[in-house]
T-cell receptor
């Protein structure tokens, strides 16, 4: 089944404790991206990647890191999480062979930082 | 950078009536304009998209119009049904980024 998977789905952590949210897609997509969703603010792009070893900042990259060592995986790293990073996070992928197109979203990861 | 404004934030329509959601964008480099639907507790899913070389696109009860000169685009849903109740997001894409509007919560009233 073609899909985007994220782990964990729920995470409660404390300020300053490094964490990684994994994202994997099995559709051989070129483009992958991370978003955060907050009430009243919609979806905001954190980072995106057009291909392996190529990553770029989205609208709200501060406090986050990403890597794209393999085509299928695009982990999101919070080196020192803070309470303002409490949010619902979505990973997405798209074919991306000629620019951006339909984003296929993962199920989401709800992160709480206390 | 790109900024996308979406209106209204909440919309209630009687079942069977039409719903219109409007978005404006600021970056003339934007050339891809998707609309996503997000049901409660679920992930966003694409319902329709349009590229800048097209003025209008239709898919059954859903249509999108784009006015590049005025930098605005709209989603039209006709003959609304209960399953249309959801949050709808417009987006604009300059280069390889994507900027979403803040969303419209659509309520379909019986």
């Amino acid at each position: 089944e073609a899909q985007v998977t994220q782990n964990p789905r729920y995470l409660i952590t404390v300020t300053g404790k490094k964490l990684t949210v994994t994202c994997s897609q099995n559709m051989n997509h070129e483009y992958m991206s991370w978003y955060r969703q907050d009430p009243g603010l919609g979806l905001r792009q954190i980072y995106y990647s057009m291909n392996v070893e190529v990553t770029d900042k989205g609208d709200v990259p501060e406090g986050y890191k990403v890597s794209r060592k393999e085509k299928r995986n695009f982990p999101l790293i919070l080196e020192s999480p803070s309470p303002n990073q409490t949010s619902l996070y979505f990973c997405a992928s798209s074919l991306g062979t000629s620019g951006i197109d339909e984003q296929y979203f993962g199920p989401g990861t709800r992160l709480t930082v206390t | 950078g790109e900024n996308v404004e979406q209106h209204p934030s909440t919309l209630s329509v009687q079942e069977g009536d039409s719903a219109v959601i409007k978005c404006t964008y600021s970056d003339s480099a934007s050339n891809y304009f998707p609309w996503y639907k997000q049901e409660l507790g679920k992930r966003p899913q694409l319902i329709i998209d349009i590229r800048s070389n097209v003025g209008e696109k239709k898919d059954q009860r859903i249509a999108v119009t784009l006015n590049k000169t005025a930098k605005h685009f709209s989603l039209h849903i006709t003959e609304t049904q209960p399953e249309d109740s959801a949050v709808y997001f417009c987006a604009a894409s300059p280069y390889d980024k994507i900027i979403f509007g803040k969303g419209t919560r659509l309520h379909i009233l019986p």
